[in-house]
């Protein structure tokens, strides 16, 4: 095999297909990338690590197809460091190694045998449709924190996506908590459900921030792509239901108050400080006073309480809650105001942005 | 099944050999045989990766391997099974003391494509005297939906098994025509789509969406009452429906003569096709109901206590489900049978109180319902527009508050016991012929 193909697009290539190589897999050659030059000028690099797979196809100068699997990590590393210059780089097989040649510098890689190397999976008589990447990006975004970590239901290990009416709603939570977000996304054609597993959710939103505009997706009951210009994603997808979350999502209220984000979020920092091993804080709402009190208490360490200024509407409220979960939820809210919904005791707190439905953030409280 | 895990586990011995155990480790563990079935074995992988790669790579050598120790062994499939079955040891070990209240969460019953909750079939609904022509009709439409009985009307009151039988009935069909699109909703559900659809100018979408199915079940349409602009849509909904000979099953809390506010055109549309009540179940029934739901909790009631619990609990499946499962919650808790005594003491906490209602209370309702004015009914007026709810009241007093004959005269504007009799008996004569006064008795009844 000898190729030359340019060094900015090989750089970006090699760094979007490393993350997604398998680490510490009982197979070492999935850790690797399979280079793949074929005669009609393309190199092709897929890498995997059986749950995601990825497939990057860059234009490059073919002068003897072939194909070789080079430890991702050792390739993207060096590839990634050579001086930066318009210049080509070289890649070339010689005697099982890969010498990878810029104009200044030039690197021996030891290769695998690529016998091993898996192909990727294709999505068969799945449905077909596309829509916009930055839009779906934000979905994502908006709520994958949430999810669960633990793997013991994959329903909520995993982010849910499903249209409704011309929004395409995503959904995740850990029961504890559970965040929604309404996007608006242009899209060809309506899809049923998906359920993306939640640990690859950072490696599919770091291949589909560089797309502006357009991405084709395929779905079928096990899989999902995403393919744009040269590039070909692939995700397992959960084969289940999510649950029915709408029915805990309170219908009515007993205290609504609105309160400064900014001042919200620095009293839940605060709180860090002072905050037991269960992370509990209380949250009082006392509707007189139109004040907000966080207070948290350690007997190891001391105890705090900041009051917020609020706009209270209804009862006053005492609760306790975990504030990791609350604080999560405002990378997400951009507005400056948010407003709290609260039910009563051992009922759920909704969060949402003021004056934007589109957002919302559910946490249960702690029993005691 | 272990005949399965043998095979699998000495085919995957040999295979061991055959192949780099970096390659055994990434690909072979975690894959299982499914099922064996005329030759063919399914094996069971974890994902896409594993299905297309051991096609690709070790196709030949599972399948020589299998022949080797069965060489009834045809041909190999792979399935992608989730991995959930695995995880369950797991779930127990992790139970940990997280002081925040976890959400209770509920899959969803129900089958997103049709509405049909796949719990409900002719199985696990129990037929008697009560409900045996409801449960023959909806066998008819299961087998030729569409032509034998269409719409098909089912109403009785609230617990009866009016939804079981109608999602029964799309369960069904959709097993047997699988060419057949069903859709259930409550025409609540179908109003309030109505009138977003309205709002987002999207009517057309909406009536695209209801056409495209072949048989629709429609619950509790009593909710169309005095909703002109729904009953129009529903109007045409059902004109094209009926005319390509799709079928319509809906359910009501009453018969469609007596939904008040349905419009005419529709009621007689309704009547055209079969109409079934579902009515409270017998003595005996109820007794079969209990049986049956306290042996699928696998706890045995002895006779006398069936028979206590049949004549204690009327009206309703649904309280005798509650009954059941309070029972079989305190024979486990105790971990023996319950007494009849015990039984008892448990029933009386479940059954409502009953309402103390007083003569006022029911003179006043019913002279609200006929609409006259509550002072007429004491007057000695003959008028015809108060002599009927006089005697109405005069019935209901008798028959469900069984007050005295003489007490019912006092308290009615002073009149002789023998004009209360007269009144009972004419009430009482005049229901069975005249379903109007039956229905507005019943609606009555309801009220109190």
């Known amino acids: ?368 | 099944m272990n005949d399965h895990i043998k095979l699998w586990e000495s085919a995957m011995v040999e295979i061991e050999l055959a192949v780099s155990e970096a390659n055994f480790s990434t690909w072979f563990k975690g894959s299982f045989i499914l099922k064996q079935e005329e030759g063919t074995i399914y094996l069971g992988v974890p994902n896409s990766f594993t299905r297309d790669w051991l096609y690709k790579k070790f196709h030949s050598v599972i399948l020589r391997t299998l022949r080797k120790m069965n060489d009834e062994i045809r041909s190999l499939e792979y399935v992608i099974t989730k991995d959930a079955e695995k995880k369950k040891a797991e779930e127990r070990r992790k139970v940990q003391a997280v002081p925040t209240i976890s959400m209770p969460l509920q899959d969803f019953y129900v089958n997103k494509d049709d509405n049909l909750n796949p719990r409900y079939v002719f199985d696990n609904f129990i037929v008697g005297p009560f409900n045996e022509l409801a449960h023959a009709a909806s066998k008819t439409v299961v087998k030729t939906p569409g032509t034998a009985y269409n719409p098909l009307f089912i109403y009785g009151n609230t617990g009866h098994g009016k939804t079981h039988l109608i999602q029964a009935i799309g369960n069904h069909i959709k097993t047997e025509h699988r060419q057949k699109k069903v859709f259930y909703l409550t025409s609540e559900k179908f109003g309030s789509e109505y009138f977003n659809a309205l709002q987002s100018n999207k009517a057309q979408q909406f009536k695209e969406k209801y056409r495209k199915y072949d048989v629709i079940i429609m619950d509790d349409v009593q909710f169309f009452s005095g909703k002109d602009k729904f009953q129009e849509e529903f109007f045409y909904l059902f004109n094209t429906f009926h005319e390509s000979n799709r079928q319509l099953i809906f359910s009501c809390d009453k018969h469609p003569n007596f939904i008040p506010g349905l419009e005419d055109r529709i009621k007689s549309r309704f009547n055209a096709g079969m109409i079934i009540e579902l009515p409270a179940p017998d003595h005996e029934s109820r007794m079969a109901i209990l049986r049956t739901k306290s042996l699928a909790s696998n706890v045995v009631l002895e006779d006398p206590i069936l028979e206590f619990l049949a004549s204690s609990i009327e009206s309703n499946v649904r309280e005798l489900e509650g009954v059941v499962n309070a029972i079989v919650c305190q024979t486990q808790l105790k971990n023996r049978p319950l007494s009849l005594l015990e039984v008892k003491n448990l029933v009386k906490n479940s059954t409502k109180p009953k309402k103390n209602i007083s003569i006022k209370d029911v003179i006043k309702l019913v002279s609200d319902f006929y609409n006259v004015d509550e002072d007429s009914i004491y007057d000695k007026t003959r008028k015809k527009e108060v002599v009927k709810p006089r005697q109405v009241i005069m019935y209901i007093l008798r028959e469900d508050l069984s007050v005295s004959f003489p007490s019912i005269g006092e308290k009615m504007g002073g009149r002789d016991h023998t004009t209360v009799i007269h009144s009972y008996e004419k009430v009482r004569g005049e229901i069975k012929t005249n379903p109007v006064l039956m229905e507005e008795i019943s609606q009555i009844r309801a009220m109190l």
């Open chain 1, 1 to 368: 095999m000898r190729i030359e193909c340019a060094q900015g697009k090989l750089r970006e290539a090699v760094g979007l297909a490393e993350r997604i190589s398998g680490k510490h897999m009982t197979l070492p050659v999935l850790s690797c990338l399979l280079l793949e030059a074929e005669k009609n000028n393309t190199l092709t690099i897929r890498a995997t690590n059986l749950d995601l797979g990825i497939e990057i196809s860059i234009p490059a100068k073919v002068e003897d197809p072939g194909v070789v699997a080079v430890p991702g990590q050792t390739l993207a590393s060096f590839v990634g460091s050579i001086p930066d210059g318009d210049r080509g780089v070289k890649i070339e097989l010689q005697q099982g190694n890969v010498r990878v040649s810029a104009p200044r510098s030039s690197g021996v890689i030891k290769t695998l045998p690529h016998d091993d190397f898996p192909t990727l999976p294709r999505v068969e008589n799945g449905s077909n449709f596309s829509l916009n990447a930055s839009d779906f990006v934000r979905g994502l975004k908006a709520v994958w924190y949430s999810s669960s970590i633990s793997s013991i239901k994959p329903e909520l290990s995993s982010v849910y996506v499903y249209c409704e009416d011309e929004f395409v709603v995503f959904v995740a939570t850990d029961s504890f908590r559970l965040a929604e977000k309404k996007v608006k996304i242009k899209k060809s054609g309506d899809f049923g459900m998906i359920l993306i597993p939640h640990k690859n959710i950072p490696e599919i939103l770091r291949v589909l921030e560089n797309v502006s505009g357009e991405v084709a997706v395929e779905l079928d009951k096990n899989q999902i792509s995403f393919s744009y210009n040269g590039v070909y994603l692939v995700s397992r997808v959960v084969d289940g239901v999510f649950p029915d979350y709408k029915q805990i999502i309170p219908k009515q209220s007993v205290t609504e108050a609105v309160l400064l984000k900014h001042d919200l979020v620095n009293a839940l920092k605060i709180s860090n400080i002072f905050s037991d091993k269960f992370n509990q804080i209380n949250i009082k709402i006392i509707p007189e006073a139109k004040v907000c009190e966080i207070k948290t208490k350690n007997s190891d360490v001391g105890e705090n309480l900041t009051a917020l200024d609020a706009v209270v509407t209804g009862e006053a409220v005492d609760i306790n809650f975990n504030y990791k979960y609350i604080i999560d939820c405002f990378q997400s809210i951009d507005s400056d105001s948010v407003n709290l919904i609260f039910n009563g005791m051992h009922k759920p707190l909704v969060i949402s942005p003021v004056s934007d439905n589109t957002f919302r953030y559910i946490v249960m409280p702690m029993n005691r």
